[in-house]
């Protein structure tokens, strides 16, 4: 007689199917948002909130009520089973116990019309001004209400994680509630999406937003200015004195000097070009003369 196994589900595989399902919702949140592209600012941030509804709605009920699983969780070989129906069981099953109605139902109503809900109410809350009211208000006990219970479902679903991180059990508090359990869909089958192609597509994202987050910092004009200047030294250009240098060099349509500024060896450029150089290079030099900028002054005539 075979001993049932404990049934184990590589926590791995349960948050990459919720990444996955969260760059899907972005990737068609962005497309469905373009269609107000041609209308007022004002009309796609009233409606949002019902759009972003009406989109999740959309996918629950093409993905976890007809199939019961999301997109992310049919990458990852997963699907939800109903875990108080497995009470007392250890082997590991996918089929012979589905989600119920009921449970399908509770699911969209806590992930779709809650979350709409609550972000109606407390805009609306925001808009009335219940936080700024009288605290014997009941309007402004309703919102420190809120606010409590705010609070402490983030506090439970931090717990939850906790755990789940512990056992591999119930991803979200909401799954922990209904005793939806994500479980193989096929035991001995293997990931769709590797490990490998994971591991590197969050190498390359690491590395982007450290480049996104690096690439403020480098002054890159002035990595420019050395790396010229280096090779072929100091641009010198020839010009009218009522015309500005820099501006010229920016190919502006009008270089004509507007409020001149002199340099220290005597030339005149616009304040705003000067300046704006200056700070970008501390080192800059004069595209007339060649000679290092160090002070400006205002020009009297």
Known sequence: MTVPQPLTVLRVSQLDAE????????????????????FKS?????????????????????????????????????????????????????ADAPLSKRQKLLHALLCIVGPWGWLRLNRYATTQGWSEMHEASWYNKIWHSLQKFENWYRGLSLLNLLVFLYNGRYRSLVDRILGMRLVYKQREMSRQVSFEFMNRQLVWQAFTEFLMFLVPLVN???????????????????????????????????????????????????????????????????LRCGQQVKEITRALD
């Open 19 to 38: 990444l996955l399902d969260g760059e899907l919702t972005g990737i068609l949140r962005d497309q469905l948002l373009s269609v107000f592209s041609l």
């Open 42 to 94: 004002s009309v796609k941030e009233k409606f949002e909130p019902e759009i972003m509804a009406l989109l999740h709605f959309v996918m629950y009920q093409l993905s976890i009520y007809s199939t019961g699983a999301t997109y992310g969780l049919q990458l990852q070989n997963l699907k939800y089973r109903d875990e108080s129906r497995h009470k007392g069981r250890l082997e590991v099953s996918s």
């Open 220 to 286: 890159i004009e002035k990595i420019k200015n050395t790396i010229s200047q280096s090779i072929s030294g100091p641009t010198i250009v020839t010009l009218p004195d009522h015309l500005c240098a820099i501006c010229h060099a920016n190919n502006a349509n009008r270089p004509v000097i507007q409020v001149p500024y002199i340099t220290n060896c005597g030339h005149k450029y616009c304040y705003y070009c000067i300046k704006t150089s200056m700070m970008v290079d501390s080192s800059y030099h004069c």
